[in-house]
């Protein structure tokens, strides 16, 4: 095990799984001369050729659909969408067609490609370089969807979403691009989709979050009195339900954090989930703790915007007090 | 049926070299609008040469540098009337100097303070547009919708040569060629976009010839030129307000920093090639060119840069001197009637 990045734990990934699989190819702007503007793709040109690490012309559409064509002609395309912000375009063919392919055919072909890019907010970044748009995202049918949020997650979550044979979308969060470090296994690291972790146990109140937002959890934990436990979800399609519930039924009580805006995000799904299936186990209300239903603020004023340690701590006594 | 030539290939100039090449001149331009057009690209000279020493000392957030593009903004704002509308990407941020805006107001929006925002319709300058090329379809809908409703205003664009890979070019330029639509489409072709350079952006030779493919004139022009990008989007406009519809401008130019103050180029580019480049800079030339003529002295450069480098003292100090912003701005604008559950979160 070394201490790593998450970013370096990202490139780590992109090496061993390139090495592993000959018909995987990375793509996308800036990758493969400059390394990425994060440089999560360095080396990758100087190791693979410039055939299987892509700088690719300016046109987010034109990556992802390019993609499809790819997977149907037997390759395994990685696609880097430069900021999540700037990965709209790339919906038109998300929505239309990564999502509806396999569907389409009945079956009969799959669309192995993973599309990964940076997310989230709190790097001071002028417009458009914060957003969280994992809802559009997850709500796409056909699309898996991973977060991590430690860089052995990062590692090991990419190289699931590589190996699958269903399209996968993972976010990693930009804020922890380059801190906190992490242990990651080397070699070949694989964290299956569709399991959560527990990244803090406890008693009185369970804390739901992804991504960045596990670590503001985490701080809240401290600052509470009660006992929190802190369920990172790690992948929000296919859902960890079980360890979700279990969780809900431990404690009686939940909290959903999301740093996107509050209506129809994700957090919305997690409470609609426990509402269904654990009513009976809860002592009290599920609260959110949300971006509000504003654009991303000025970053100036990120700090009203993302959930801070004291909201979350604030709407877990609120839980606590029922 | 409209006959759309094919686009120049011959580059545009006006500006000689001093030496084997010969000055060339503009008509409409008399000394005092030379010198003014001087000033204008001192300014804006001074403006990105101060902002990246603010950024060192932590003063400004990441920062598009704009150096070296000068001539482009500069020249094609000149040729604009004051009804007419900009629409700029990062890269033109501080194109509102132009048109009065302080650099207050523009070291602001670097800042990530909202008094960085500004009224279009004060300045006829749309906000700053961060993600590629999407801008494009809106300086296209206003010159259309301007033409529609009679009025004689045009708009300009801005993009990059990266830009021009991007479907939201191509839907705006084809709509603006098929509304004949009142627009300049003026490609900053500065030979790269962050680390990807023209060559792996486009198998064409000039951005210019894809004016062709959508029914519309292709103009290539000196970016290092002012008055050369000045005549150019003169008569781009002149056609535009003749009801005559779109131009493509390619201003060529080369990219001699890095893409923003957190890029790092030495990992792909040519640092000879950028020196070589960097003695060819626009606001010498211009200088240089001026002096030819006679119309530039040591005195009146010295003035320009004199007063240029006073607006961004006292720019910086009133930025630095706002108050946090009041938090209230976070709900205070997204919509004009808000839903009940804004403030949730
Ligand atoms: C839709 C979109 N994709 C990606 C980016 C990230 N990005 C910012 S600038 C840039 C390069 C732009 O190059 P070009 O159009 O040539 O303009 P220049 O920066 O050279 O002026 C990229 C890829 C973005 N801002 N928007
Ligand atoms: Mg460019």
New interface residues.
């Given amino acids: 095990m070394a201490e790593k990045t998450l970013v370096d734990a990202v490139n780590d990934a992109l090496h061993v799984e390139m090495e592993r699989d000959a018909t995987i190819m990375v793509m996308g702007?800036?990758v493969?001369?400059?390394?990425g503007?994060f440089r999560a793709t360095a080396g990758l040109r100087d190791r693979f050729g410039a055939d299987r690490c892509v700088?690719t012309?300016?046109?987010e559409?034109?990556i992802l659909g390019t993609a499809v064509g790819l997977a149907m002609a037997g390759w395994r395309p990685v696609c880097e969408m430069q900021y999540e912000?700037?990965s709209?375009?790339c919906l038109d063919q998300l929505i239309t067609h990564v999502g509806r392919y396999r569907w389409r055919t009945g079956g009969a072909m799959e669309f192995p490609l993973t599309i990964r890019m940076p997310t989230g907010g709190g790097v001071?970044?002028?417009?458009?370089?914060e957003d969280s748009p994992e809802a559009y995202y997850v709500h796409t049918p056909g699309v898996k969807v991973a977060i991590p949020s430690t860089p052995a997650d990062a590692k090991g979550l990419l190289a699931a979403a590589i190996r699958d044979p269903d399209p996968v979308v993972v976010m990693e969060p930009k804020v922890l691009y380059r801190s906190p470090r992490g242990e990651v296994p080397e070699g070949e690291h694989v964290v299956p989709l569709g399991r959560a972790r527990i990244a803090r146990e406890g008693a009185d109140v369970t804390l739901v979050a992804y991504g960045a937002m596990v670590h503001t959890c985490l701080e809240a934990a401290e600052l509470l009195d009660a006992s929190a436990e802190v369920v990172d979800i790690r992948t929000l399609k296919p859902l960890d339900e079980e360890t979700l519930l279990g969780s809900v039924a431990k404690t009686g009580r939940a909290v959903v954090v999301q740093e996107a805006p509050?209506?129809a995000g994700f957090g919305a799904e997690l409470v609609a989930v426990i509402a269904e299936k654990a009513i009976l186990d809860l002592q009290g209300p599920i609260v959110r703790?949300?971006?509000?239903?504003?654009?991303f603020?000025?970053?100036?004023?990120?700090h009203?915007?993302v959930?801070t340690s004291e909201?979350v701590a604030a709407a877990a006594r609120k839980v606590l007090d029922y | 049926m409209a006959q759309v030539l094919p686009a120049e290939h011959d580059v545009r100039r006006i500006i000689g070299d001093g030496d084997g090449v010969a000055d060339g001149e503009v008509e409409g331009l008399d000394d005092a609008a030379l010198l003014d057009l001087y000033r204008a690209m001192v300014l804006l000279r001074t403006y990105d040469e101060r902002s990246v020493v603010y950024h060192s000392q932590g003063r400004v957030g990441t920062y598009a540098i704009f150096w070296g593009h000068e001539a482009i903004q500069a020249g094609s704002a000149l040729a604009l009337a004051d009804e007419d509308w900009i629409f700029p990407s990062y890269r033109e941020s501080a194109i509102g100097l132009l048109r009065g805006m302080t650099p207050e107001t523009v070291l602001s929006w670097w800042r990530g303070h909202p008094a960085g925002w500004w009224n279009p319709r004060e300045f006829r300058i749309a906000s700053i547009t961060v993600p590629i090329a999407t801008h494009v379809p809106h300086a296209v809908g206003y010159a259309w919708g301007a033409r529609l409703k009679g009025e004689s205003a045009c708009a300009l664009v801005y993009f990059g040569d990266g830009a021009t890979s991007e479907g939201a070019f191509h839907e705006g330029a084809n709509f603006a060629a098929v509304m004949r639509a009142p627009v300049v489409l003026l490609c900053n072709n500065n030979q790269w976009a962050i680390s990807t350079p023209l060559s792996a952006q486009t198998r064409a030779e000039f951005l210019a010839d894809k004016a062709a493919g959508y029914g519309m004139p292709g103009v290539r022009v000196d970016g290092g030129d002012v008055l050369a990008v000045y005549q150019a989007t003169s008569e781009a406009l002149a056609r535009a307000r003749a009801g005559h519809g779109p131009t493509f401008v390619e201003a060529l130019t080369y990219r001699c920093a890095p893409h923003v103050t957190a890029d790092d180029p030495t990992a792909y580019w040519d640092a000879q090639r950028v020196e070589r480049e960097r003695e060819n800079e626009c606001l010498g030339r211009y200088d240089r060119y001026l002096r030819r003529l006679g119309v530039l002295s040591d005195e009146l450069a010295e003035d320009a840069r004199d007063d240029a480098l006073e607006r961004m003292k006292s720019g910086i100090a009133a930025a630095e001197a706002l108050p946090p912003p009041d938090p209230e701005v976070v709900f205070a604008s997204a919509y004009v009637d808000p839903p009940p559950t804004l403030r949730e979160g």
């Fill in positions: 702007e800036d493969g001369r400059a390394g503007v700088d012309p300016l046109a559409a034109g912000s700037f709209y375009p001071r970044a002028p417009e458009l370089h509050r209506v703790v949300t971006g509000y239903d504003v654009p603020p000025y970053w100036s004023l990120e009203e915007y959930p909201r």
